[in-house]
């Protein structure tokens, strides 16, 4: 059984910064593709970020230079480090894992198979 658990989110002023956690139990993280996601009241549910178990690393171009996507393996965790926040990356964050571990550059939440609670991030401005 696959479970994933987020912390970290907040509020914070326009600008500041965040560390999201997302914390892996039946999966694990170093054999594992894993994604960041969000979603915005009234919105779809959004590719944030992803790592594959080869540790490639993408990113949607709204969040490239201002989030980094990595894993600690022996804490079997992965992080979402968002710099430079703005407002419209207010939204509740999820982390997610495929059911094929060796998943590769996929964005669509629908591939994904197990996903965490979420952590509500709010930017101020």
């Known amino acids: 059984q696959v479970q994933l658990v987020e912390s970290g989110g907040g509020l914070v002023q326009a600008g500041g910064s965040l560390r999201l956690s997302c914390a892996a139990s039946?999966?694990?993280?170093?054999?594992?593709?894993m994604g960041w996601f969000r979603q915005a009241p009234g919105k779809q549910r959004e590719f944030v970020a992803g790592i594959s178990r080869s540790a490639s690393i993408y990113y949607a171009p709204s969040v490239k230079a201002r989030f980094t996507v990595s894993r600690d393996n022996l804490k079997n965790t992965v992080y979402l480090q968002m710099n430079s926040l703005k407002p419209e990356d207010t939204a509740v964050y999820y982390c997610?894992?495929?059911?094929?571990?060796?998943?590769?550059?996929?964005?669509?939440?629908?591939?994904?198979?197990?996903w965490g609670q979420g952590t509500q991030v709010t930017v101020s401005s």
């Open positions: 997610a894992a495929p059911k094929t571990p060796g998943l590769i550059g996929t964005t669509l939440p629908i591939r994904y198979d197990y």
């Open positions: 039946g999966r694990t993280v170093a054999s594992s593709a």
